[in-house]
């Protein structure tokens, strides 16, 4: 078994959705959620605020310094993300299908290093 | 006296299947290609002097099994205690044992989690056994960069954990496309080479041909697989027909078609014959179909071009694309003249393909519009991507009356 992180990528600054569109897809996850946990493959599951709201922490010479803004200042940014545990790729890919329609975003697949 | 030319070809015959079984016993593909690689170099000290082993296939799978447990044992691998328990195929097994064992690795390289050019390179360093630097010289890279690109695929396989199998029936159709499209690239890399002098690197060819004749063997009621094996021994027939003393390209009209191989046409069109028969026609059975058209016919005007746009009528309706839309329209042209084919061709969006341009180059020439000939050959002249095919369209933009 491999544990995998899908994650959610969003374009930041994009047009908002507009609300009845972002109930649906809130509902599409529920069940995606839902069935994840069925089927045993769920791990951790999470949504994220948007990337204004995130602080960034350095330690430069043994001091902590904060900056305000999410890391990097990229176009595109996590908006959530799940941890299953999946028996091969193949497997992960198909969550991740199932997981980018409820989304209505594109879904990176990477797995987590042996614990 | 074995020759070290000898031991590379047996190698690149062999290794495929040990390297295949290995990854199935030692669930780590690149633990089976270094073992099979140790066992090749052992092979070519050993051999020169002691001779050929009875059964180099044998040798090689019993020696990279050996290589692999000892290597396993020196890394003090939780897995070398299991690999101590591992039961190599013996000759008496049945043979589908180790073919499914190639089968699997051969999805496991066309992956499509992997970058293209990962599989590629995967599937002729693994299934058909090159060398690194043959791969790397073929494809016109460094070395090292092919050596990093199939580290970080093996790399990228094992992490990721993608699995050894083959795939189960719902994604095998777009799996077996996958595969075929893998080999179908490593030919047309060989057939027309996109960079460079050398138009036709004829040690890809013949790769990819084995290739898919060994895809055949494994899946013998895949009528695509049949179908790519079939499109790809029709063009391979025409060979010594496609470029001239210098090295320039002749297109089919004008090819000398006593040179085409009549060897490889036959096997080629009993090929297409036995894939229509099963009456699952796709991509590559209907392009094997129109090549067969055209090694019908004993002189270019004898061509059938009704039934060549009829195909490709069948092969837009299932996978549409412009470069299809594109030779349709020069198959029209010949059925219907070109003024229909230039209107066909002002509705296909391909305005960065040197062929796109020179096709166009063409119907304007016949339809004795010079300067507008002219003009879409300069253009086509502009894009082209190798130096045989540059040199071919200058010749032509001078036949349309181009100073």
């Keep these: ?115 | 006296m074995v020759e070290t030319v000898e031991i590379e070809r047996l190698f690149r015959h062999q290794s495929g299947k040990a390297v295949a079984t290995l990854t199935r016993l030692f669930g780590d593909v690149s633990v089976a290609e270094e073992a099979v690689q140790d066992a090749f170099l052992t092979a070519l000290r050993r051999w020169p002097r002691d001779g050929l082993p009875p059964s180099p296939e044998g040798w090689i799978m019993v020696t990279a099994r050996n290589r692999a447990i000892d290597r396993m044992r020196r890394e003090a691998n939780r897995q070398a205690r299991q690999a101590d328990a591992v039961v190599l195929p013996s000759p008496d097994d049945p043979v589908d044992a180790v073919m499914d064992d190639e089968l699997r690795l051969i999805f496991l390289c066309c992956h499509p989690a992997l970058a293209m050019h990962a599989r590629v390179a995967l599937t002729l360093r693994l299934v058909a056994g090159l060398q690194t630097p043959e791969i790397a010289r073929a494809f016109l890279v460094p070395e090292p960069t092919m050596a990093q690109r199939l580290v970080r695929a093996k790399r990228k396989i094992q992490a990721a954990n993608i699995p050894f199998r083959v795939p189960p029936d719902a994604d095998l159709v777009d799996r077996v496309a996958a595969v075929l499209a893998v080999i179908y690239l490593v030919y047309n890399e060989g057939h027309t080479a996109s960079t460079g002098t050398e138009l036709v690197r004829d040690d890809l060819c013949s790769e990819a041909i084995r290739l898919a004749r060994h895809l055949v063997e494994l899946m013998p009621d895949e009528p695509e697989a049949v179908g790519l094996l079939a499109l790809l021994i029709l063009t391979q027939s025409r060979r010594a027909a496609r470029v001239d003393a210098e090295g320039l390209l002749i297109r089919l009209a004008d090819q000398d078609r006593s040179l085409w191989d009549r060897e490889l046409v036959a096997e080629g069109q009993e090929l297409v014959r036995a894939c229509l028969r099963r009456n699952r026609p796709g991509p590559y059975q209907l392009q094997a179909a129109m090549a067969a058209v055209h090694s019908d016919a004993a002189a270019a005007e004898d061509t059938d071009w009704s039934q060549i746009v009829a195909l490709y009528d069948q092969l837009i309706e299932r996978a549409p694309s412009q470069v299809a839309a594109m030779n349709r329209a020069i198959a029209l042209a010949e059925l219907s003249g070109p003024e229909p084919a230039l209107a066909a061709l002002d509705g296909i969006d391909l305005e960065d393909s040197h062929l796109y341009h020179a096709t166009r180059a063409e119907m304007l020439h016949r339809l004795g519009r010079p300067e507008l000939a002219v003009a879409a050959y300069d253009i086509a002249i502009a894009l082209a991507t190798n130096d045989a095919e540059a040199a071919f369209l200058r010749r032509r933009r001078g036949l349309a009356g181009g100073t």
Excluded at chain 1, 3 to 31: I, K, R, W
Excluded at chain 1, 53 to 80: H, S, Y
């Design chain 1, 1 to 115: 078994m491999t544990q995998y992180l899908l994650s959610v990528h969003y374009v930041d600054g994009e047009g908002a959705t507009p609300a009845e569109e972002l109930e649906a897809a809130y509902a599409d996850v529920d069940a995606l959620n839902q069935t994840l946990q069925d089927k045993g493959v769920w791990v951790f599951a999470g949504g994220l605020h948007e990337p204004s709201t995130a602080t960034v922490v350095r330690v430069v010479d043994g001091e902590a310094l904060m900056t305000d803004g999410p890391f990097p200042e990229a176009k595109e940014q996590i908006g959530g993300f799940w941890i299953l545990e999946c028996a091969d790729l193949d497997e992960a890919l198909d969550w991740a299908k199932q997981a980018a329609v409820a989304c209505k975003a594109p879904v990176e697949v990477r797995p987590f290093q042996d614990a």
